[in-house]
């Protein structure tokens, strides 16, 4: 019995041995994944530092070309807020900047109530180009670049060339002026002579008058031409067509019919009215001169696709053929025997100084002209 009880025990302390053995065996391999996974742990944190580190200098860097830069960047939140700013846009737009919404900006630093969405004009008088680029997260990056002195140049470079223009217009209209100028000399030189009339004197004081004034409306035309005409006030578009169309109504003849349609009475721009209601005047006189007996001539006003004003002036007489469609705008050129070709370069100047465009456009009857103006808003 006793023997028995001692193999039992035997067997039992093989076994809890065995256990031990494997146990601490276990327990080599804990330890050692557990110092492989600290070493671990510890390489990652070292990495993370380091990177860390390199984001913080990557950031300072980037913060220091931003800062830096010559041209102003704005930072938009999905909802068009002011979110980030560098020291240019300050510079440009003025404070505060953050925290403003796009809108509310450009209603503060924008001359023009409805600026182009790559060209602008700050009430400061200077002239700054858009770039806009989208952001992952939401929201936009937008570059602001003072092109103000490079306007200017285009500016000066326009004036420049009108004024070479206008010098060669001289010259081509050197015989023009002569003629009404050689008239108003023989007529007034016959108002001297004796024996003259009541009748005769009031006859040559006619023509040398006519004459004259032949003479006015060339270079009147020469210097709208060289000067282009500036914008200076807030006009109501509608309240431009009205002044076109007194001019107009003594003109009417016959079956000669002018109708007025404004679609969009809300419409300003900012102009200097007098050259403006010429150049209009200038595109329906085309009309008239060339009409028949039966004309239909209509002055349309309307709110352009991107948000300007638009004239229209269209007819329904013979209209303009396709061979010389391109050379209209061109100074001197003109199918008229009595026309000296600068109408409508006149037209295209003016509209241009107006930050404006004129074109001819597309009909299947007659000729319609349309210009596009930028929109001020009136306060």
Known sequence: MSATHHDVTSDQRADLQEAFRAFGSLSEQLTGAFDSLRGQVAQLQQDLTQA?????????????????LPGGVLVLDAQG????????????????????????????????????SEHIELRSGRFVNLSRRDLAGGGEVVLLTDITESHLMQVFMARQQRLLTMGELAAGLA???????????????QMALPDRTNADLRRCGDKTI???????RLVNDMLSFAQGGAARELVSVSALLEQVAQ?????????????????????????????????????????LQAASADLNLELLARRSENG??????????????????ERIFEPFFTTRTRGNGIGLAIVKSVVEAHRGSVRLAESSVGATFVIDLPVEEAA
Do not use: F
Not at 178 to 185: H, I, K, S, Y
Not at 253 to 266: M, N, S, V
């Open 247 to 287: 001019w107009l109504r003594p003109a009417l003849r016959g079956g000669i019919r002018l109708t007025i349609r404004t679609q969009a009475p809300e419409l300003t721009v900012r102009a200097n009215a007098p050259s403006l209601v010429s150049a209009i005047l200038n595109l329906a006189t085309n009309a």
């Open 52 to 68: 860390h580190a390199g984001n913080e200098h990557l950031a300072a860097r980037m913060s220091a070309l931003v800062k830096g």
């Open 210 to 216: 006519d004459s004259l004034k032949q003479l006015d």
């Open 175 to 189: 015989h023009q002026i002569r003629t009404p100028l050689a008239t108003a000399l023989l007529y007034a030189s």
């Open 308 to 325: 300007g004003a638009q004239i229209v002036v269209s007819d329904n007489g013979p209209g303009i053929p396709a061979a010389i469609r």
């Open 81 to 116: 807020v002011v979110v980030e700013c560098n020291p240019a846009a300050i510079e440009l737009l003025g404070e505060p900047v953050l925290g403003e919404t796009e809108s509310s900006l450009l209603q503060r630093c924008v001359s023009s109530g409805a600026a182009p």
